[in-house]
């Protein structure tokens, strides 16, 4: 949608991204300081545990005892005995002291290492929603795909990146809302048949699609909301994942959507005339008033999809499993449908 900078977002989410940025810079300076403050506690503490702990587990010789020793030399034997166990418990001490020294180090590495990475992702997804929302459709698409490679690398930014690409679509492919007045018709009169592949007339809306049918964020977690979107001759590949997506009210006419997952996904008064639906699986679908006329559900799986309303005028519903399904009398079947099958 022209003028439509849905993820510049760079002066909306972008500069929530440098602000997010330059918290972890702080917290990283924070923690650089604490760090700094505990190896000089722990320093000290050390210190005094290797001075008076050894003569406190093993005091120095001394008192009435250690005076009716006559012997000299039985006497130097005793307090040389004595600081070896001394040494030895100090020495003890040191191996431990060394041990946690290192652990704590590989902690500390850890915890700068996560904070750079962090940083870094921040930045990448920065600079991915800049480009999403720029005038030129390659550096738009470029940012699409990067963003999917962060998902791909950082789980807890996908369901964000999912509903920004769900948002991107809408803003740059809107179909009319109908209940708003538009003057524009919902279902329009007839099928546009000269309207290009998506690919062709808006290649990043394709791209957004294509990212999101590779669904890297459970379906069960997020629902995808594509209601009242524009996508016409849309074309995915075959096993593309959509399940519980909302497509209400958009306009899917002369879709390819053949073999993709579209359980429990919601098509209420949608446009899928003439769509290749071909092998799809439509499971528990909602499909009430879908204008289906003349679209290839041959092969498809409706089982307890509810099509209440919808017009399958001409469809194609050979070989399609009907198990379950819910209709009434509003419903227009095929021609040649069986209504006992």
Sequence with gaps: MPGCRCANT???????SRYNIGVILKTGRTARWRVLAASVIGVAAATILLVYFPTWAYPNLAGPDFAL???????????????????????????????IVII?????????????RDVHVTQQFSHAVDQIGDDKLDVRIGGLYALERIARTTPDERVTIMFMLGAFIRHRSPWPDTTAG???PHP????????PWLRVRKPDVQAAMNVLS??????NAARLYLARTDLRSLQVNDGSQFTNSNFNHANLARAWLRGAVLDRSGFKNCDLRLANLNQASLVGADLRHAHLQQADLSGADLSNADLRGA????????????????????II?????????
């Design 69 to 99: 020793i006559t012997d000299v030399q039985r006497r130097i034997e005793l307090q040389q005995a004595q600081g070896q166990l001394q040494n030895s418990l100090r020495t003890m001490l040191l191996q431990a002291l060394a041990g």
């Design 311 to 330: 017009n399958l005028t001409d469809t194609n519903l050979t070989g399609a499993n009907l198990t379950g399904i819910r209709t009434d009398d509003s």
């Design 104 to 116: 704590m180090g590989a902690i500390a590495t850890w915890r700068q290492v996560h904070i750079s």
């Design 188 to 195: 329009t009169e007839t099928v546009d048949r000269k309207v």
């Design 182 to 184: 538009s003057p524009e």
């Design 10 to 16: 760079s002066d909306g989410r972008g500069a929530e």
């Design 214 to 219: 590779r669904r890297l964020v459970d379906p």
């Design 333 to 341: 079947w095929p021609h040649d449908h069986d209504l006992t099958s």
